[in-house]
């Protein structure tokens, strides 16, 4: 059966509308805190309550809208199987969502160095803290768990290259910045002039990291070989066949056409939330000691993650009085890690990067590709950690509580890290100052 007749059910009987609007309503109790969302959003255009109480509202409304993301890429998965599924969630990811629209806000707001932080803390958040957590909350009651190798593989090569991709600009200022130091006449070029190069430098990489990036996708999802499909890889694990073949066999609950209704609402409404949680971080940074770093690479990834984190605290609670109390039989150990905190890493240093740096040429905004180098290092310690802890496609509790440790170790060293004014210089926009 091809997708497009998958997609459609031929055949098969639909599911109704008022059915489906039932099922999305119903499918959660944290669904109650949607009425937060007009509250918050008063909060916001009002301006008459502490920021402290618009972001504590702005923070409540997103998180029932996150758990309806996992409802709709479950029942998308349904109509377009697992990669496709996947592909439609990772893109429209309720962190990935919250995540875009703070860097939009910033490039928009011209805070473009606070907008570099935020890249680097959001990147280095999706391939430390949470397939971290993953690894290590699924591989304690299991020995290994199972990547698919050749997906894993083409990760690796996708992230190096995206890495890479920052480490050129940053090792050509190097470069530069030597030279004119070494050398016995006043070479130095003009902060015009280095502004210039790196704005032009930027857009080339921004345009050949898209091209790496649908490239990647059209491999990945009609790869050559039997039935272009990598569940037909020799290599792919037996829990992902059987997957995929659960999903061919369960019916949705709600229908396709809907969901895609609801889904572009919830993106919609999401956006907008995460703006007013924006606009509230901004006042309780100014009145801390917290620096424009730490709030970039820790604080700002942290929150878009936090509503989404309160989700899975209390589901682990409430697993583990589950087992403790015996009230039903714990279910056994899945064999297959979950690692599309990484896929969607990778989507925002190919896909979100260059969009966000094209956006930047095209409304004005000298925004490059130029990062601090301590942000360089990060980027490249979690690259190499990550791609050393999946490198044989097994995962266990310990290689990600070694993850977690090592973003621990980030954020502490991320505490003292005042930036580097020098290339911040270079992004002033036109009016503002150094610092911004």
Not at 183 to 209: C, D, H, K, W, Y
Not at 231 to 254: C, I, M, R, Y
């Amino acid at each position: 059966m091809s997708r497009w007749d998958r997609f459609r059910r031929k055949g098969k009987k639909n599911v109704g509308v008022l059915v489906s609007v039932k099922e999305i309503v119903t499918c959660s109790w944290l669904n109650i805190l949607i009425l937060v969302t007009p509250v918050a959003w008063w909060a916001h255009f009002g301006g008459k309550l502490h920021y402290s109480v618009d972001f504590s509202l702005s923070f409540l409304s997103i998180i029932p809208h996150e758990k309806l993301f996992d409802f709709y890429g479950e029942q998308m998965q349904l109509y377009l199987g697992k990669d496709v599924g996947d592909l439609l969630t990772i893109t429209l990811n309720k962190q990935a969502v919250v995540e875009g629209t703070l860097a939009i806000i910033l490039l928009t707001k011209c805070r473009l160095k606070l907008l570099q932080s935020t890249i680097t803390g959001v990147v280095v958040l999706h391939l430390l803290l949470i397939p971290g957590a993953a690894f290590f909350t699924g591989g304690a009651r299991i020995w290994e768990q199972d990547l698919h190798p050749a997906h894993t593989q083409l990760n690796h090569s996708l992230l190096t290259v995206g890495v890479l991709a920052l480490l050129l600009p940053a090792t050509f200022y190097a470069a530069v910045s030597g030279s004119a130091s070494n050398s016995t006449t006043n070479s130095t070029p003009s902060t015009e002039v280095l502004q210039t190069e790196f704005l032009q430098m930027s857009r080339g990489l921004a345009v050949i990291l898209l091209l790496i990036y649908i490239a990647s996708r059209i491999y990945y999802h009609n790869p050559p070989g039997k039935g272009h499909s990598m569940l037909n890889h020799p290599g792919t694990p037996e829990e992902l066949k059987n997957a995929e073949d659960k999903l061919a066999h369960t019916e949705p609950k709600v229908n396709q056409w809907v969901c895609l209704a609801f889904l572009a609402v919830n993106v919609g409404v999401m956006a907008a939330t995460a703006e007013w949680l924006a606009d509230s971080i901004e006042p309780m940074v100014a009145a801390t000691s917290v620096t424009q770093e730490w709030s970039g690479i820790v604080l700002l990834p942290i929150v878009s993650f936090s509503a989404d984190g309160a989700i899975a605290v209390g589901y682990f609670v409430h697993r583990t009085l589950s087992r403790l109390l015996r009230l039903k039989t714990p279910e056994a150990p899945t064999t297959l890690a979950k690692a599309e905190a990484i896929d969607l890493s990778i989507q925002f240093l190919l896909f979100w990067t260059p969009i966000v740096t094209l956006l930047g040429w095209w409304t004005n905004k000298p925004f490059n590709l130029l990062f601090d180098f301590f942000e360089v290092g990060l980027l490249i310690g979690a690259c190499f950690l990550v791609n050393y802890v999946t490198q044989d496609a097994k995962t266990n509790w310990i290689e990600g509580f070694a993850l977690l440790c090592f973003y621990v170790m980030i954020v502490l060293c991320t505490w003292f890290y005042n930036g580097q004014p020098a290339i911040a210089s270079l992004l002033a926009c036109s009016g503002s100052t150094v610092t911004e």
